[in-house]
């Protein structure tokens, strides 16, 4: 089945190691999707580097899709977590013990800190679409689909995306059309280098299940801090030969060549494939 790649984190905080990405990606002929991040961690402001502005654009033009990726790319610490907690009670969010626990399994299981729409509130989640789709306009670069950071996507803001029009977005084991209701289950191979115990254990995983590429429309995510690494870039470098001659450039391609899956929640009829348009970008004041 069909392949997609994708750089995440693409910031002027990461410029050298999303550059090695691309010409890893480009030995094979591969155009990634860029997952653009409109400030990462609040010290890189997209806007404020022209040079890595016109660097996207001129990757857009030669077929690399936009998605936005976020905003900041980091979660709240815990302490201004409990203050938010008191506005997310209005919206019936577990509060107490059982959302510590779902707090430290979002920001330190599954990622770094930096599950940002987890918990943001559906005010807040607002505030951030509306800036980074205003970010990356400003930037000159049309918006073709929405990934959470750490791949966190609450219900909420999958709404949120099928209000604005988006036609992609993604987690850990589905892709979707929210404009058209509908997703497909998906493999994502990916690396984890925040301790050598997952970097090898990364490794192993993706060695173990690339089998279900047969079975599975399948996503090579590429994060920047990979690029650090001499293992990691081997197998980078390992998969995506792997997956010549079956790589597609847009993440609606996942669905083409299948039986779409409506959103079994939202009850929506099976649809065939329609060619995807760039999303609206609506301006609004940044939160
Ligand atoms: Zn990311």
């Not at 008191?86 to 019936?92: D, Y």
């Amino acid at each position: 089945m069909v392949v997609h790649v994708s750089i995440h984190d693409v910031s002027p905080a990461w410029e050298r190691e999303v550059e090695a990405a691309l010409a890893l990606a480009h030995d094979f002929g591969v155009r990634p999707a860029l997952l653009v991040v409109p400030n990462f961690h609040g010290q890189a402001p997209l806007l404020e580097h022209p040079p890595f502005c016109e660097r996207l654009r001129t990757l857009a033009r030669h077929g690399h899709e936009i998605y936005l990726h976020g905003y900041y790319h980091e979660a709240r610490s815990w302490a201004d977590h409990a203050v938010a907690a008191v506005a997310q009670e209005q919206h019936g969010r577990v509060d107490g013990v059982a959302k510590r626990i779902e707090y430290a399994f979002a920001q330190h299981i599954v990622s770094n800190s930096e599950a940002e729409f987890h918990d943001v509130s559906p005010s807040e989640a607002i505030a951030r679409l509306d800036a980074g789709e205003r970010v990356l306009k400003e930037a000159g670069l049309d918006v073709r689909g929405f990934v959470a950071p750490a791949w966190s996507l609450p219900r909420s803001v999958h709404t949120l995306l099928r209000k604005r029009g988006y036609t992609f977005t993604e987690d850990h084991t589905h892709v979707y059309d929210p404009a058209s209701q509908l997703s497909r289950a998906s493999l994502v191979l990916n690396f984890a280098s925040r301790t050598p115990a997952r970097l090898i254990s990364s490794v192993a995983y993706c060695r173990a299940v690339r089998p279900l590429r047969m079975l599975l429309p399948t996503r090579i995510a590429i994060h920047p801090a990979d690029m650090r690494y001499v293992l990691l870039r081997s197998e980078i470098r390992s998969l995506l030969a792997w997956a010549r001659g079956n790589v597609v450039d847009t993440g609606s391609e996942l669905f083409d060549r299948f039986r779409f899956d409506a959103i079994s929640s939202l009850a929506a009829p099976v649809r065939s494939s329609k060619p995807k348009q760039a999303v609206p970008v609506r301006s609004s004041p940044p939160p």
